[in-house]
Structures are given as structure tokens and as C-alpha cells.
């Protein structure tokens, strides 16, 4: 192991070294690395709910009319469950903004059914319009129901 400190203080021969076999071949390494992509493609992301509590608090600083919108956009959908959406919803009124969740949707639905109302309108595209008012999301409830 120290070979090239001897060999330069003189206490052992100056015999070529060779070098030493792989411990891993190349093909073996090249699978590893189609494993690792096609395993990082499969990934499920999973937000905590501070990092949704602060992007929501970061890119909406004051009152907006769009929270559940603005929940989706903070990762939301990306939480273990109605229990931390309910967490996140918390912390957001702790740094004094509004509940996020429209009154309507939190009358309507019960926790499970509004986390699956948040993933389903993440994997819909749902735009930010149709919360704009009672009616419409009444609507967009009947859909997500059918």
C-alpha cells in the first residue's frame, strides 16, 4: 500500500508495479447504471409538509383567491396524506395568510376526499379559473364524484 513512499526513501526494490484487477468489470457497471435510470424514472416524490408550507408561503406572500391552486403548485400532491395536507394548511395560518382550502371544498368533501380532489386536479391540469367561484366548484366536485 505504501510502495511509492518506500520506493522513494529507498527501503524496498523499484520493481514495476502492476496495476491491480478491477473489482467490478465494466459490463458490470454499465448494467448498474441502466438499473439506476430505470429505477430513478419509477421514483415517487414525496414532499414533507414544510417544504410545501414554505414554497406556498414563498410564492404567495399575500391572500390569494387561488389557494387550492396554489396548494397543488407547492407540491401538495406530492404528501403522504390528508393528515399532512391538514398539517400544511396549519402551518400556512400560523405565518398569518388565510386558509388555503376554499370553505366550499372543506364543506363538501371530507379530508380523504380532498387530498384525492387535489391529486385528481394535479393529474387533470385543472386551471386555476375553475376555483374562482361557488358554482364552478361545485361543478368541478360533481366531476371528480362521476
Known amino acids: ?8 526513501v529507498g527501503s524496498a526494490p523499484t ?3 502492476e496495476p491491480e484487477a478491477p473489482l467490478i468489470s465494466e459490463a458490470t457497471l454499465r448494467a448498474d447504471d ?3 435510470i430505470n429505477l430513478s424514472q419509477s421514483t415517487i416524490k414525496v414532499a414533507s409538509v414544510w417544504e410545501v408550507a414554505d414554497q406556498y408561503i414563498v410564492d404567495n406572500p399575500a391572500r390569494t383567491p387561488f389557494g387550492v391552486h396554489a396548494l397543488i403548485m407547492a407540491g401538495a400532491t406530492n404528501l403522504m396524506g390528508p ?21 366550499t371544498l372543506r364543506r363538501e368533501l371530507t379530508a380523504e ?17 375553475h376555483f374562482r367561484d361557488e358554482p364552478s366548484l361545485m361543478n368541478m366536485i360533481r366531476l371528480f364524484r362521476s
Open 1 to 8: 500500500m505504501f510502495r511509492w513512499l518506500k520506493s522513494l
Open 15 to 17: 520493481a514495476p508495479v
Open 34 to 36: 441502466t438499473q439506476e
Open 83 to 103: 393528515s399532512e395536507l391538514q398539517e400544511v394548511c396549519q402551518k400556512i395560518q400560523q405565518h398569518g395568510l388565510p386558509d388555503p382550502i376554499n370553505p
Open 113 to 129: 376526499e380532498l387530498f384525492d380532489l387535489l391529486e385528481w386536479m394535479n393529474v387533470n391540469n385543472i386551471p386555476q379559473e
